[in-house]
């Protein structure tokens, strides 16, 4: 059974840095475009960013633009979120996912996607 895995999560202060990775394990992601996904309590989940299968696509939620990073390492199988400037609202459980639908700053949230990962912790807080 396909298992995506994030990592990276934690406890970061407003304004501070994190990176979170995707990957799995017998499962070649760089065959698949993937996004990433949040979800705080309380909301509903929203699409954060993707990135298509070569890397040369990626698209960006408006309130991450600029901020965060989607960017791939094929070698390795990895997806890498890079999150900068972090605000407390960014708080979420980030979850990685295969194939999602994306069209411009619309990253599509369905829970329809192949294969989800069991998400990781993100926390801004001082």
């Known amino acids: 059974q396909v298992q995506l895995v994030e990592s990276g999560g934690g406890l970061v202060q407003p304004g501070g840095s994190l990176t979170l990775s995707c990957t799995a394990s017998?499962?070649?992601?760089?065959?698949?475009?993937i996004g990433w996904f949040r979800q705080s309590p309380g909301n509903e989940r929203e699409g954060v960013s993707c990135i298509s299968d070569t890397g040369r696509n990626r698209h960006y939620e408006g309130s991450v633009e600029g901020r965060f990073t989607i960017s791939r390492d094929h070698a390795k199988n990895i997806v890498y979120l890079q999150m900068n400037s972090l605000k407390p609202e960014d708080t979420a459980v980030y979850y990685c996912a295969t194939d999602p639908v994306c069209m411009g700053s619309r990253i599509d949230p369905r829970p329809g996607y192949r294969y989800w990962g069991q998400g990781t912790q993100v926390t801004v807080s001082s």
């Open positions: 017998e499962f070649a992601l760089n065959q698949h475009a």
